[in-house]
């Protein structure tokens, strides 16, 4: 087991975050088993009170640990790392081995609004299909995600039963659509009081919003805003070398 070194220029507490972390990556302290006290910790690596305090409070807000009032700290099941790739939620979940689930929320057919045409090349008043869904893996609610697509793309969309389907997969077999480009924003938000409740979360928890505009041959033939768990999703991605 790792060691204090009481004369790195690394804080104390980052170091036992790092033996901590170590532990758990080494599932020695496996998900949802219970850490050693605080004056465990504090006896086994020579530390002070607010030292191990502090490491246990980083691993919490980085969301490895979670506290249990009354019953402790226990070790957090891993996140779920995004990837950021144009794949649907769909194949994303069956690439881990976990069942995706869709839960018709609501859809209907708006009229698109002047922004709405511009992002998707239509008239103002044309069509366009909204569809509200709650995105669960293995049983488990992760997001809720609403896709607008323009109802001449996919005319007949809102007949199909959605649940527990792909909308990928209807959008191609059924109306041709193969994306080839994607674009992507993610921020920070928190979640209103009706997210909270579809995610098992309570009210103003930290999510993550994605905005994804998806592509065939140049128009935006999807936009999507979703309401992602923080608590169970970390982005990762390639980075470029600048040129
Ligand atoms: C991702 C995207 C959504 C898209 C969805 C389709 O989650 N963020 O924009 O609607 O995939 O997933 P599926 O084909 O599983 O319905």
Redesign the pocket.
Known sequence: MGKIDPNSPVPKYFQLRGILLDLIDDAELPVDAPIPSERELCQRFGLSRMTVRQAVDHLVTEGRLYRVPGKGTFVARPKIEMPLRL???????RARGLE?G?RDLDHRTTQANSNLARVFGIPVGAGVHV?E?L?TADGEPM?V?R?QIPANVAPGLLDIP?RD???????ETRFGVIFDAGE?TIEAGLADAADARLLDLPRGSAVLL?Q?R?FMNGKCV?L?V?TYRADRYQIRGALEIPR
């Open positions: 794949v649907s939620f769909t194949e994303d979940m995706p869709a569809i869904r995105r997001a995600e896709s959605l389907v792909s909308l990928y997969d209807v959008l992507q994605f994804r998806s999807e999507a979703s």
